[in-house]
């Protein structure tokens, strides 16, 4: 089975459903299958078989348009971002070398224009063929191309469709970029009849009107942009009676974040923790899950996409309780990096994808993340990790969002710092906050410095650039 495959027999299924809206336009399954299959065709027509076809798009009917027809011409999708710098841009079309780049809405439609009535002829594909070419980057360094398989993507949409239980009269809000997670929800909600809403504005209050007008009922979110939803929701902001799953995922949210958006939007708070390697359903948590306080701080539990396990530096899986590196296997796992078989072979060993996050899993099977391994503090010979003393800090009156990392350091090897970002009308000491850590943390946790910034530095999709704060700041540090 072929991922295009759950949209063609939604079609045959639910004709007359809604299954795709946004800026003025609305298309039942008939109408998608309609559009999507003369641009199939033409791609199939002009393109040889197993091309790589970027789309550099913002969010649009036709940019949904364009990867389904991708999938279904049978040939591989390059997502970029046009919001990315030229110089990651530049990297990743270096590296993958697309034989076509869908740029603009007029290239897909005059495309599907010349084959118009004409529908994709079957190519026979396997499992273990490349259907997306993802990229990392962002906050953990240069983009690497993530060729995620047939099998990749059968295995989350069903995991996802099987966690929420999505149903025909699901409405699932688009709101962050299609050229990264976004799009993973794209076949699960249309397998089933579902309908999804792209958002043609993406201020919070924006946002929230459409959660409201839209009857959306699931909508994925990064944690930063929940946050800004909580801190700018008033007492006249709309109920959102019919919203039942409000997932969030990229970076993991501090407890006491968890408990202030549960107390905003009611217990439709859920979570899945992936990366690119293996996208979103290595563990989950839904939002009933979400119910017992001893889950807040929880990524989820192991998802039936793959086995999740915690292990040393020496390859051992450890007991429950101790902390170690969390490695995966199974269906879930990418075909490897884009013309990178060695780093491929350094990642995946004896079957287990080497996550490089820490983390520890309770007797339950429910993992805590404590940090990426690359982003530990080694302060005057003691093990810091940013994410620890980050949740802490969060639990303050004052602050908004905050990132910690490691500076040079000639007494410590290197100090922990934090930059802050203050909520509306919030105000706190640099010697204040020091001391809020030190009183619930060890003190060598603490930081040595506290920077108050306007705006934390952020990826394209939400994701705040720790590695970036050390030169963006170094001038201030003496």
Known sequence: MKPIDYLYRAIARYPDNVALEGTGTRLTYRELGVRVDPLAAGLQA??????????????SVDHVISILAIFASGNSWVPLNPKSGRAELDASTDLTKPDLIISDDD??????????????????????????????????????????????????????????????????????PLTHAASCFLLPILAVGGRHVIADKSTPGALAEILESAQITTVFMPPTLIYTLISERGDDAPRLPHLRNLIYGAAPMPADKVRAARDVFGPVIATLYGQ??????????????????????????????????????????????????????????????????????????????????????????????????????????????????????????????????????DRWGEAVHAAVELRAGGASTEQELIRF?????????APKRIHFVEHLPKSAVGKVLRRELPALLGEAVT
Request: glycine fraction near 10%.
């Open 46 to 59: 002009t393109l040889p078989n197993g091309a790589r076809v970027a789309t550099c798009l913002p969010n």
């Open 437 to 445: 850590v030190k009183e619930r943390l060890d003190s060598v946790k």
């Open 276 to 409: 690119v390697e293996a996208p979103l359903t290595i563990t989950a948590q839904t939002a009933h899950e979400f119910d017992d306080p001893q889950n807040h701080a929880s990524v989820g539990h192991a998802t039936g996409a793959a086995r999740v396990a915690i292990m040393d530096v020496a390859g051992n899986v450890l007991p429950a309780g101790e902390v170690g590196e969390v490695v995966a296997r199974g269906d879930l796992l990418m075909g490897g990096y884009y013309e990178q078989p060695e780093l491929t072979a350094r990642t995946i060993v004896d079957g287990w994808l080497h996550t490089g996050d820490v983390g520890v899993m309770d007797e339950r099977g429910f993992l805590y993340l404590k940090d990426r391994i690359t982003d530990m503090i080694i302060s005057g010979g003691f093990n810091v990790y940013p994410a620890e003393v980050e949740s802490v800090l969060c639990t303050h009156s004052a602050i908004h969002e905050c990132c910690v990392f490691g500076m040079p350091d």
């Open 107 to 176: 290239i897909a439609k005059s495309l599907a224009s010349r084959y118009a009535g004409r529908k994709p002829e079957p190519r026979n594909a396997t499992l273990d063929d490349t259907q997306i070419i993802k990229f990392t980057g962002g906050s953990t360094g240069h983009s690497k191309g993530v060729m995620q398989t047939h099998r990749t993507v059968n295995t989350y949409v069903a995991a996802l469709m099987s966690i929420f239980e999505y149903d025909e009269h699901d409405a699932n809000l688009i709101a962050t």
